[in-house]
C-alpha cells in the first residue's frame, strides 16, 4: 500500500521560510516523479515543482521559481520542499504527488499517488 505523508507545514510571516517533507512508504522515490502542488481556497489544484526520477532534473512553476527548492533523498525515501521569501500568496494546503512516467508532468491528473496534504499560511 503505498503511503505519501506530508509534514512541515505552519504558520509563517511574509518574507519566512518553511521546510516542507514528504515521507513515502509502498513505493521507491528513484522510480518515481516527485512533484508538489497547492491549492489555495477558492482555487484548483497547481503545480509548484517537481523533482524527476532519472537525473533528479527540477523544475519548477514560474511564481516560486528562485524561492522554492525541492530535494530528494533516496536512501531515507523522503521529498523536501524548502520554502523561501514567502508571500501572502502562498498560503495554500500543499501536496505531494508521485508519477512513475518517463516525463515530469505538471498536470494534477497525471499523478498516480497522493499525500493528504499540509497547511502552510502565510501572514503576519
Known amino acids: 500500500q503505498v503511503q505519501l505523508v506530508e509534514s512541515g507545514g505552519g504558520l509563517v510571516q511574509p518574507g519566512g521560510s518553511l521546510r516542507l517533507s514528504c515521507a513515502a512508504s509502498g513505493l521507491t522515490l528513484c522510480s518515481y516523479n516527485m512533484a508538489w502542488f497547492r491549492q489555495a481556497p477558492g482555487k484548483e489544484r497547481a503545480f509548484v515543482g517537481a523533482?524527476?526520477?532519472?537525473?533528479?532534473?527540477?523544475y519548477y512553476a514560474d511564481s516560486v521559481k528562485g524561492r522554492f527548492t525541492i530535494s530528494k533523498a533516496n536512501a531515507e525515501n523522503t521529498v523536501s520542499l524548502k520554502m523561501n521569501s514567502l508571500k501572502p500568496e502562498d498560503t495554500a494546503v500543499y501536496y505531494c504527488a508521485a508519477d512513475s512516467t518517463a516525463v515530469v508532468k505538471t498536470m494534477d491528473y497525471d499523478y498516480d499517488y497522493w499525500g493528504q496534504g499540509t497547511q502552510v499560511t502565510v501572514s503576519s
Open positions: 523533482v524527476a526520477w532519472y537525473g533528479g532534473h527540477t
